[in-house]
């Protein structure tokens, strides 16, 4: 069956950095577009960022642009956020989704995500 | 970009139908038929419900249903259950450079 296992949360100092990473099983991970999504504490979600099924191409939400950087290995079924100069208004809980194929803007699979707290 | 407009909260017996509202702009919702729902119990990973206005996926009881007029979109739940209970999000392709846009979401309560 489909599983996506985030990693990589915890507790870091605003300005530092922090990689995230999605362990994707049961699917031909390589053919799927897949993001990431974020939800605060007690809100609402919001997506952060997209790459297509190849890596080759990258979407990112206006407020993440130039500090994150969504990247995966199609040989290791894994699929990575990279976050620099964290902010505190950038934790949350993230989670690694799973486009439909053909459908890149609907997320039919979700990991359980990981919690990131920015904090001094 | 701003979040895409549902009510806080609906409510409704067991047996009911219950309507939820997703009021977005003619750069996501009126334009493009990419709209989606998911639901999220306390506690756990919001689930796709909807995707594509209408199309459900494989699983989910034809209880839920999706719809779509001018700028605005609308999940029913029908025969309302009270494992309904819980969150409820829509989403849309846009076209501004967020790519994704999700609404804040609505809690359905059975009362």
């Known amino acids: 069956q489909v599983q996506l296992v985030e990693s990589g949360g915890g507790v870091v100092q605003p300005g530092r950095s922090l990689r995230l990473s999605c362990a994707a099983s049961g699917f031909t991970f390589s053919s799927y577009a897949m993001h990431w999504v974020r939800q605060a504490p007690g809100k609402g979600l919001e997506w952060v960022a997209g790459?297509?099924?190849?890596?080759?191409?990258?979407y990112y939400r206006d407020s993440v642009k130039g500090r994150c950087t969504i990247s995966r290995d199609n040989s290791k079924n894994t699929l990575d956020l990279q976050m620099n100069s964290l902010r505190a208004e950038d934790t949350s809980l993230y989670y690694c989704a799973r486009s439909m194929v053909g459908y890149d803007s609907d997320f039919d699979y979700w990991g359980q995500g990981t919690l990131v707290t920015v904090s001094s | 970009q701003s979040a895409l407009t549902q009510p806080p909260s609906v409510s409704g017996s067991p047996g009911q139908s219950v309507t939820i509202s997703c009021t977005g702009t003619?750069?996501?919702?009126?334009?493009?038929?990419?709209v989606s729902w998911y639901q999220q119990p306390p506690g756990t990973a919001p689930k796709l419900m909807i995707y594509e206005v209408s199309s459900r996926p494989s699983g989910v009881p034809d209880r839920f249903s999706g719809s779509k007029s001018g700028n605005k979109a609308s999940l029913t739940i029908s025969g309302l259950q009270a494992e309904d209970e819980g969150d409820y999000y829509c989403s849309s392709y846009t076209s501004s450079s967020t790519y994704v846009i999700f609404g804040g979401g609505t809690k359905v309560t059975v009362l």
């Open positions: 790459v297509s099924y190849d890596g080759n191409n990258k």
């Open positions: 003619n750069s996501d919702v009126g334009n493009y038929n990419r």
